[in-house]
Each structure stands twice: as structure tokens, then as C-alpha cells.
């Protein structure tokens, strides 16, 4: 059993100046430098893709009770709306008064939240004029999908995979 003492750092290897100063290493130290930007640069643009995704998921949740897809448009013969209407509104009224006008009026609420219910109102052409009065009248506005396909239900669970997969890189 030897008591030999020892530092509690193990030692360093001695590097001289030239070595220390070499254009090699510099190299080395500037390509790892680029490769740490780099990946900084890639993480740094996963975590907006995250973000994106996060807040257009979000912006579905509304939606997601609607078994329409969400690029279902108006034709020569039809009128279609997928519109909000701030929730102190009162929803069964303006469904009501749509109802009242004609059976040729299909008017069915997506969702709510705190701030603001989604419907979505498919009509002959025909009654378009006397639907954007009622909807102007409960304060409406149109929704817009920037181009999402398929159901909001569909959406959501793309995007989630998405996030998964963008988290994962992460």
C-alpha cells in the first residue's frame, strides 16, 4: 500500500507557443466555430418551426368539432361560411334567425372559447344577400385557413406529428 500523492487535477499535456499558434489549429477552431453557428442556426430555426406549428394548431382547436373540411368553398349554386362571432354574442339567436328564413340554410357552431365562437353556414346562392345581413348583425367576421386541406380534427393531428418530429431534432 503506497501513499503516493498525487494533485487532485490530473496533469495537462505542455503545449508550446508555435503549437498553440499553429495555423492548424486555427483552422480546426474556426471550422468548429462555423459548425457551432451552423447548428445554432438550424436549432434556432426548429424552435420557430415549433412555435408556427404550436400557434396553427392552436388556431384549429376552434375547429376541431367540425367534420366540414376546412377548404370546403362556396360553387356557382351554393354559399358557404366558416365565420367567428365574438362568444358574448348569442349563437342559438343568429342560428335561429338563419333557420327562420328558409330550410335551404344549414348553420352548425364548430366551437368556443373565452373569446370567440366558430360556425359554419352552407345555403343556396339565393340567400347569401339575407345571411351576410344576419351575420353583419351579431358582429361576424370570416375565418381564413391559409390553405389548410381536410378537417381541423386532421390538421391538429399533422401538426402535432410535426412538433413530435421537430421536438425530436431538437
Not at 507557443?17 to 471550422?31: G, H, R, T, V, Y
Not at 384549429?60 to 362556396?74: A, I, N, R, T
Not at 333557420?99 to 372559447?113: F, P
Request: with cysteine; charged share 30%; aromatic share 10%.
Amino acid at each position: 500500500y503506497a501513499h503516493e500523492k498525487a494533485g487532485l487535477f490530473p496533469e495537462l499535456p505542455r503545449v508550446t507557443a508555435k503549437e498553440l499558434f499553429s495555423e492548424e489549429l486555427s483552422d480546426d477552431a474556426e471550422e468548429a466555430v462555423d459548425r457551432i453557428h451552423k447548428l445554432e442556426d438550424d436549432l434556432s430555426e426548429l424552435y420557430g418551426e415549433v412555435s408556427k406549428l404550436s400557434g396553427f394548431k392552436a388556431s384549429m382547436e376552434l375547429w376541431k368539432g367540425l367534420e366540414e373540411p376546412l377548404d370546403f368553398s362556396s360553387t356557382k349554386h351554393t354559399f358557404v361560411v366558416f365565420g367567428t362571432m365574438p362568444a358574448f354574442q348569442p349563437y342559438e339567436a343568429m342560428a335561429a334567425e338563419m333557420r327562420a328564413l328558409t330550410d335551404q340554410i344549414d348553420i352548425e357552431k364548430a366551437g368556443q372559447d373565452k373569446e370567440q365562437c366558430g360556425f359554419f353556414v352552407v345555403c343556396h346562392r339565393n340567400w347569401a344577400g339575407k345571411v351576410e345581413e344576419i351575420l353583419r348583425k351579431y358582429g361576424c367576421s370570416r375565418a381564413s385557413f391559409d390553405g389548410a386541406k381536410g378537417t381541423a380534427a386532421q390538421n391538429i393531428a399533422e401538426t402535432e406529428a410535426e412538433i413530435e418530429r421537430h421536438k425530436k431534432a431538437i
